[in-house]
T-cell receptor, first 111, second 110 residues
């Protein structure tokens, strides 16, 4: 059974600090996606990682993928309050465009 | 701009009612999904469709059925709504660029 695990599940951090969210998955996949969800809203796409070693950056967020280790990271640099949200990673099952989502990491950035 | 539209943002239904949740996408995607999201449980896949009239059960299909008569439309049906089906329902379609979500339907069954 494919499992996608994120840690931490909850993260409270001060503005200006750096932190990393980890996404581990249990089966071979070359495609991994990160999403953001604000309270009461739907999910919006952040990053699309389609190969081993892929790295994408947008503002204070950077995502990377190591398919050999079955690990993706979402790194937050100099956090600001606007980054407070829940972040999900999702893995494509065998290139089928069918996705299994991680449990989500709820991030709270304190002023 | 990619668009997945769910027919309702909020719904309140009575126990035992038949409930239809509609979802339309304009991206010509073959794959469409229905997820359910509950606090602490993340997103759970209810049903998946990879083509017109084709469907697969997800992790929690019990109490639900789906219909896909046209490529752009994927409907979730609660045959007889129960209070434990109170939840946020998310529709999505997908491509290599990932899953694109609708705005969600918050369903309350009373």
């Amino acid at each position: 059974e494919l499992k996608v695990e994120q840690n931490p599940l909850f993260l409270s951090m001060q503005e200006g600090k750096n932190y990393t969210i980890y996404c581990n998955y249990s089966t071979t996949s070359d495609r991994l996606y990160w999403y953001r969800q604000d309270p009461g809203k739907s999910l919006e796409s952040l990053f699309v990682l389609l190969s081993n070693g892929a790295v994408k950056q947008e503002g204070r967020l950077m995502a990377s993928l190591d398919t050999k280790a079955r690990l993706s990271t979402l790194h937050i640099t100099a956090a600001v309050h606007d980054l407070s949200a829940t972040y999900f990673c999702a893995v494509d099952i065998g290139g089928t465009y069918k996705y299994i989502f991680g449990t989500g990491t709820r991030l709270k950035v304190l002023a | 701009d990619v668009k997945v539209t769910q027919s309702s943002r909020y719904l309140v239904k009575r126990t035992g009612e038949k409930v239809f949740l509609e979802c339309v996408q304009d991206m010509d995607h073959e794959n469409m999904f229905w997820y359910r999201q509950d606090p602490g449980l993340g997103l759970r896949l209810i049903y998946f469709s990879y083509d017109v009239k084709m469907k697969e059960k997800g992790d929690i299909p019990e109490g639900y059925s789906v219909s896909r008569e046209k490529k752009e439309r994927f409907s979730l049906i609660l045959e007889s709504a129960s209070t434990n089906q109170t939840s946020m329902y998310l529709c999505a379609s997908s491509s290599i660029l990932g899953a694109f979500f609708g705005q969600g339907t918050r369903l309350t069954v009373v």
